[in-house]
């Protein structure tokens, strides 16, 4: 069984900072790739930043110069680093992960941590 564990949302005003936290958990053989999207209701979940194993990233176009996202693989973690926020912003982010585990490999979503930009 493997857990993905989002942290880090809440409230900020425009121009603001945050920093969201993911964690994979359980029986986890490899990670990879992980990556964040967000969803607002009635529109579809999209993809915000994702890092390979290899080591390469990618970053939407609505957040390049603005979000980073990196990775601890020691800790099967993953951050994304979010600065001058925009009220555009505003969404449950999800983090995702393609993870091997001894017997298969899929994809994993977290829960979602919801983000407010608002001043």
């Known amino acids: 069984q493997v857990q993905l564990v989002e942290s880090g949302g809440g409230l900020v005003q425009p121009g603001g900072s945050l920093r969201l936290s993911c964690v994979a958990s359980?029986?986890?053989?490899?990670?990879?790739?992980m990556g964040w999207y967000r969803q607002v209701p009635g529109k579809p979940r999209e993809l915000v930043a994702s890092t390979h194993v290899s080591g390469g990233t990618n970053i939407a176009d609505s957040v390049k110069g603005r979000f980073t996202i990196s990775r601890d693989n020691a800790n099967n973690s993953v951050y994304l680093q979010m600065n001058d926020l925009k009220p555009e912003d505003t969404a449950i982010y999800y983090c995702?992960?393609?993870?091997?585990?001894?017997?298969?490999?899929?994809?994993?979503w977290g829960k979602g941590t919801l983000v407010t930009v608002s001043a």
């Open positions: 359980g029986s986890i053989f490899s990670i990879y790739r």
């Open positions: 995702d992960a393609i993870i091997a585990t001894l017997t298969a490999g899929m994809a994993y």
